[in-house]
């Protein structure tokens, strides 16, 4: 399975941690070109998933497979010139500027080489894009939560990779950069998988959702599929209504459980 962006898929992952099992027994396609969110609870394994497709984890056993390799297998500046991964954390007190951290994502391409022109347009670009260019010689240090998220973003965008792999991008973000940040990942051509929580953006912004409970897959598919109310009770505990939005996509209303 080729086409644009990077190809990506889960084959029988498995991640266990203090004897448990935290990923267990996940398999899933990713659509290549397309907006893919993880979704589930707490503690279901998202980030763990995510972390085991970049090859930041090694599986238990299984594997995560870009373009068809086994990601571990890859050498890691292999991997990061065809995906860039915002993890949910981000550093603490960097001393460095704004422009530094994002210039950070041209790594994979340059190494220890000069700054090239492309560089500074990647860097240029992908600040523009995430809205923080105005803070560019601002200290890491003196941003905060909003600003330094949409800084991880822009640093990811700078590595101009295939795919991109987000651990809760809209963490922090207010209302309008959230819808921003969704509207960009949907129209990219990079193949991008996003863990997230939001099951209104999801179903407003993404092609194919994969909604995972205690490790594993529960369901996979378009929106339409996967936000049923019967699995949104089963899988959250919550009361859901699912309408057709004028667009065709679901539109998501949830309430919780009446009190037995
Ligand atoms: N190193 C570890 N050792 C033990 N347990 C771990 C470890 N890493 C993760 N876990 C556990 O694995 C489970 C899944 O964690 P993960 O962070 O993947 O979930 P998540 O779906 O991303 O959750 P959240 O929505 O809260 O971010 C959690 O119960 C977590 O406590």
């Known amino acids: 399975m080729r086409g644009p962006g990077t190809v990506h898929a889960a084959r029988s992952l498995e991640w266990t941690a203090s004897g448990r099992a935290v990923v267990d027994g996940v398999t899933f396609a990713v659509p290549p070109g397309r907006f893919t969110a993880l979704l589930g609870p707490n503690g279901s394994g998202k980030s763990t998933v995510l972390r085991l497709l970049a090859g930041l984890r090694r599986p238990s056993s299984g594997q995560a497979l870009l373009d068809g390799s086994d990601v571990t297998a890859l050498k890691r500046r292999d991997v990061a010139r065809r995906l860039a991964f915002v993890a949910q954390e981000s550093a603490p007190d960097l001393d460095t500027t704004v422009s530094q951290v994002v210039m950070l994502g041209r790594a994979p391409h340059r190494g220890r080489s000069a700054t090239t022109e492309e560089d500074v347009r990647a860097v240029g670009q992908a600040m523009a894009a995430m809205g923080v260019t105005a803070l560019a010689e601002r200290s890491w240090g003196s941003l905060s939560g909003g600003e330094r998220q949409r800084v991880n973003i822009a640093r990811a965008l700078a590595q ?5 792999l987000l651990d809760e991008p809209t963490n922090h973000l207010d209302i309008s950069h959230r819808l921003d940040l969704m509207q960009m990942l949907s129209r990219t051509d990079a193949t991008v998988v996003a863990a997230l929580h939001e099951l209104d953006l999801a179903a407003r912004y993404c092609d194919h959702l994969v909604l995972l409970d205690a490790g594993r897959v529960v369901a996979a598919g378009p929106p339409t599929t996967v936000l049923t109310p019967p699995l949104l009770e089963q899988v ?8 057709q939005g004028p667009d065709g996509r679901p539109d998501v209303r949830l309430a919780p459980l009446p009190r037995r």
């Open 236 to 243: 959250y505990r919550v009361h859901a209504t699912v309408d």
């Open 160 to 164: 101009r990779t295939p795919a991109l």
